[in-house]
């Protein structure tokens, strides 16, 4: 809950856009951007730069605060913090320091998992994904954790706003004010990501909601799932690919795949 004073800047930047009260205000939600850089530095290769990544989500404070709009009614730390994140990563992804190799075979596992689910009418095991694509499961872990970043976080769940900006369907709502038609269309979507969440393999629909909703570490979810830092990267990717297609097949992106017919 914002303060009396946090309240009154705000008030007094929508009213004169002073840029000393907005100076104030990048100042008072600065450490939104340390939490964020936290939480994103533990999926990345140690070599990459915390002080970049600071920056980086520092831009997207920035532009936070500037479109921000108490009216909406919509917390401005939760508002802030999908700018930040959204401006870290569109600031890595135009680095593209994933090789090109490495997402083409993410690529593969995607359409496996897709493939496999449609088949079998359940989420695939990590045996069968691997037998599908002809590599060993120590192969498959190694894969997936080589891509076990941002991009392949339900961040990744986003549409691509005209301006070339990532937003997510927070950003959406925060940023017009819904019609009721629109209010369908996400009650919609929300009802149906969260069946498809909850088809999920137990443990990954568990990394998820200790991840997103409770705010843990993977260091944490480790300790608390019994495995190491780099297995919950695999599963918190394996998870990520499931909802990605799941999200491809309702927006048209993507046609789910015929199963197979039996005894041709």
Known sequence: MASADTAGLWQKFTASGDQKVREQLILQYAPLVRYVVGRLAVTLPPTTDQEDLYGYGLIGLIQAVEKFSPERGVKFETYAITRIRGSIIDALRSQDWVPRSVRSRTRDVSEAMSRLESELGRPATEEEIANRLGITSQDLAHLLSQDASPFLSLDELVQVS??????????????????????????????????????????????LSLYYQEGLTLKEIGMVLNVSESRVCQLHSQAALRLRTWVNRYLGIEKAPKAARRGS
Do not use: H, N, Y
């Open 162 to 207: 005209d301006d070339g900006q990532s937003i997510t369907w927070l950003d959406t709502m925060a940023d017009d004010r819904p019609g009721p038609s629109q209010i369908l269309e996400e009650t919609e979507f929300r009802e149906q990501l969260g069946m498809a969440i909850d088809a999920l393999p137990d443990r990954e629909k568990l990394l």
